[in-house]
T-cell receptor, first 111, second 113 residues
């Protein structure tokens, strides 16, 4: 089976940097996704990591350590519009179609 | 480009009434299709997924069912809604077998009274 843990809520200040952690336990591993979900809206794709290390994409970066079962999403130069939930997700291995989503971390950016 | 449509956007239904939510995808062929439910303040719960026409896998036993009558059409149904069926229903598609980036529809907010 697959299990994902994320903090429930975080608060950060506009212009600052915030790191959202995700730990996972899987029977196999085919990468890890991060999605952003604004309140009342559908999730949108942010990043996909399959190899160890940091992937940078503008203000957002995602890190993966497969040996530790650990990932984080790093948001720099926070803006008010970054207030959203951030979902960590692990795709299936072994040919199944079920992606396991974490419950998400609700980030509030304050002035 | 690919797009995904869901309707209706919002729905208020009495307990015991039937349900039909529709999802269609444009601009891609043979997508993997998914139905999720997200209760208030909760994570995404996978309800059904489909890898092809008429092929439906259920993840959670409940009073909901799904059908895929056409390649790019996915329907979520219920004969009798329960109060616990209230939530945000999301349809999604992906290309790669075994996962891959998923693209979500705008969702249907269902309230059962």
């Amino acid at each position: 089976g697959q299990n994902i843990d994320q903090p429930t809520e975080m608060t950060a200040t506009e212009g600052a940097i915030v790191q959202i952690n995700c730990t996972y336990q899987t029977s196999g591993f085919d990468g890890l996704f991060w999605y952003q979900q604004h309140a009342g809206e559908a999730p949108t794709f942010l990043s996909y990591n399959v190899l160890d290390g940091l992937e940078e994409k503008g203000r957002f970066s995602s890190f993966l350590s497969r040996s530790k079962g650990y990932s984080y999403l790093l948001l720099k130069e926070l803006q008010m519009k970054d207030s959203a939930s951030y979902l960590c997700a692990v795709p299936p291995s072994g040919g199944y179609q079920k992606v396991t989503f974490g419950t998400g971390t609700k980030l509030q950016v304050i002035p | 480009s690919q797009t995904i449509h869901q309707w209706p956007a919002t729905l208020v239904q009495p307990v015991g009434s039937p349900l039909s939510l529709e999802c269609t995808v444009e601009g891609t062929s043979n997508p993997n299709l998914y139905w999720y439910r997200q209760a208030a303040g909760r994570g995404l719960q996978l309800l059904f997924y489909s890898v092809g026409i008429g092929q439906i896998s259920s993840e959670v036993p409940q009073n909901l069912s799904a059908s895929r009558p056409q390649d790019r059409q996915f329907i979520l149904s219920s004969k009798k809604l329960l109060l616990s069926d209230s939530g945000f229903y999301l349809c999604a598609w992906s290309v790669l077998a075994g996962g891959g980036e998923q693209f979500f529809g705008p969702g249907t907010r269902l309230t059962v009274l």
